[in-house]
């Protein structure tokens, strides 16, 4: 099948299985079946279109952070209605243009943003849904990159503002107050985090009843593991133990926002070896992949497992597995175990989650292609970049 993707697609390339999405989308949907929920893919984790309409289909909803991911999502098929706008920089013509789309939920990080958003919709006589997106100050386990809840975070309103920050907001005219929110942070391996946070949101939601405000609807984010290397899973039956007693009895609808734990496992970065090499007595794959691929390992030095396709019979080496752009924080792996030779091709597992997504034109690398494999059959979603695509956008200076 490699051999097959390889030559038809050529290398680098991400390979997604669609079946695996569908899957772990499905298996949140039947833990959280008892209760008023709704799955709300975060779209940053992957956007291609072809996943995003995969998941449209579902039935999912959308956690978006920029204008061009509502314009994905509705071009996928996306329920507005289904979509969250999170995110700290929200800018006018991004808030003009949900409002316009008619989404449901803004997720509000500051009071500056609550006055911004009422005046918005004044002026394009709407009345923006809202929930108040809250810091909870939960430490969690992970990369200080990808951690979001602690008060030194620049995400989301401090938990002793909220109540105070929620009579406010009943005074602006333009909004309406369905919501509550947080979000954690990224790769959370136990359920304890959601607990204590959704306690906390509880008792929020609660004292806003009692001055008569009335919450619909608790976001507790997404955040939840994928195994890359020494990382368990999260186990989504734990995440129900907690949720399902608090919203069994309550007239209240649980939003998710799972991204990674969707599209991870589904994703391979396909390529090929160009060369090794040994070096002051160390070996060096080179492959056609490189940083501006996947930038995971580079940026919060992060671990993916790598195979080859075609096993070899010998002696495995160990050896750092590196690509060709030209700074030494180009590498998909270090001290790893392979025998390989060029012309071999290897996978780059679970690489289905802010892969492509973060990739970039870096030593003006044309981005790979992107393609789905369902059952037996492949489709090319997303063309490789030529070498003219890369400056299209620009000119030269006039004589």
Known sequence: MWDKLAEQYGTPCYIYKKDIIEQKWNAFAEVLKPISHQICYAVKANSNLAILNVLAKLGSGFDIVSGGELAR???AGGDPQKIVFSGVGKQDAEILAALEANIGCFNIESQFELGQINQLAKSANKIAP??????????????RYIATGLKENKFG??????????LYAKTLPNLKIIGIACHLGSQIQDAEPYEIALKKLLHII????????????????????????SEQGFNITELGKVV???????????????????????GVLLTKVISTKIQSDKNFVIVDAAMNDLIRPALYEAYHEIVPCNPRHGVEKECDVVGPVCETGDFLGHHRKLCVEAGDLLQILNAGAYGFTMSSNYNSRPRCAEVMVVGDKSFLIRARETLEQLWENETCLPE
Do not use: M, W
């Not at 809202?130 to 990369?143: E, F, Q, T, V, W």
């Not at 401090?158 to 929620?166: D, G, H, K, S």
């Not at 806003?208 to 939840?224: E, N, S, V």
């Not at 608090?246 to 990674?260: A, D, M, Q, T, V």
């Open 73 to 75: 999502v509705l071009k």
């Open 130 to 143: 809202i929930a108040l997106r809250i810091n909870p100050d939960i430490p969690i386990k992970s990369h």
């Open 157 to 166: 309103i401090p938990i002793q503002e909220a109540i105070e920050l929620y």
């Open 206 to 229: 609660d004292e806003l009843a009692k001055k008569d405000i009335h919450i619909t609807q608790c976001d507790i984010g997404g955040g939840y593991s994928v195994h890359y290397q």
């Open 244 to 266: 399902l007693p608090e919203f069994i009895h309550r007239k209240l609808r649980l939003l998710i926002e799972p991204g990674r734990a969707i599209v991870a496992e589904s």
